[in-house]
């Protein structure tokens, strides 16, 4: 079957660093998405991965294991506008994602 | 601001009613997507379109009927719905299916309320 798993929730001081997990189970692998999403707005494209390794895109980075099946956000000198649901989605070989949960993320002074 | 439109953006209707949410993409992208939002829940695909042809029907009840006339418009056609229907409609949008790095842009979604 697809299973996603990421925690329901962090919590993560201002100006710290906070890494999100996302483990994966699916029958096909074509790539791994994370989004995020403020209250009320659409989810908006952070990062994308498809082979091993970490991609860094300023102050977020995603790091990928296939092997594992595992993936991490990565988020550094946390500001308070960071505070939002961040979304671990997977590509399946048809090319539908396939999302978990979202973990919500929420910065404190 | 994504490049994706929907209209509207909160909608309340009883069970009886027949309604419909729509989407618009300016983007210039080939395929569009339905996906439900619930509460504490992972966002569920409902339909996908490639070139205006419905290529995944994700066991969706026939109470929701997607329509999508050009590559920039899509709709959802909602009748009867149950008060558990209630959630959040979002539509994306993304040039191809399975080409690398195709992410999917979303529109800022329709709130739905089924009472």
């Known amino acids: 079957g697809q299973n996603i798993d990421q925690p329901t929730e962090m919590t993560a001081t201002e100006g710290a660093i906070v890494q999100i997990n996302c483990t994966y189970q699916t029958s096909g692998f074509n790539g791994l998405f994370w989004y995020q999403q403020h209250a009320g707005e659409a989810p908006t494209f952070l990062s994308y991965?498809?082979?091993?390794g970490l991609e860094e895109k300023g102050r977020f980075s995603s790091f990928l294991s296939r092997s594992k099946g595992y993936s991490y956000l990565l988020l550094k000198e946390l500001q308070m506008k960071d505070s939002a649901s961040y979304l671990c989605a997977v590509r399946d070989l048809g090319g539908k994602l396939i999302f978990g949960q979202g973990t919500e993320l929420s910065v404190k002074p | 601001e994504t490049g994706v439109t929907q209209t509207p953006r909160h909608l309340v209707m009883g069970m009886t009613n027949k309604k419909s949410l729509k989407c618009e993409q300016h983007l210039g992208h080939n395929a569009m997507y339905w996906y439900k939002q619930s509460a504490k829940k992972p966002l569920e695909l409902m339909f996908v379109y490639s070139l205006e042809e419905r290529v995944e029907n994700n066991s969706v009840p026939s109470r929701f009927s997607p329509e999508c006339p050009n590559s920039s418009h899509l709709f959802l056609h909602l009748h009867t719905l149950q008060p558990e229907d209630s959630a959040l409609y979002l539509c994306?949008?993304?040039?191809?299916?399975?080409?690398?790095?195709?992410?999917?842009?979303f529109g800022p979604g329709t709130r739905l309320t089924v009472l």
């Open positions: 994306a949008s993304s040039q191809g299916l399975t080409s690398a790095y195709n992410e999917q842009f």
């Open positions: 991965n498809v082979l091993d």
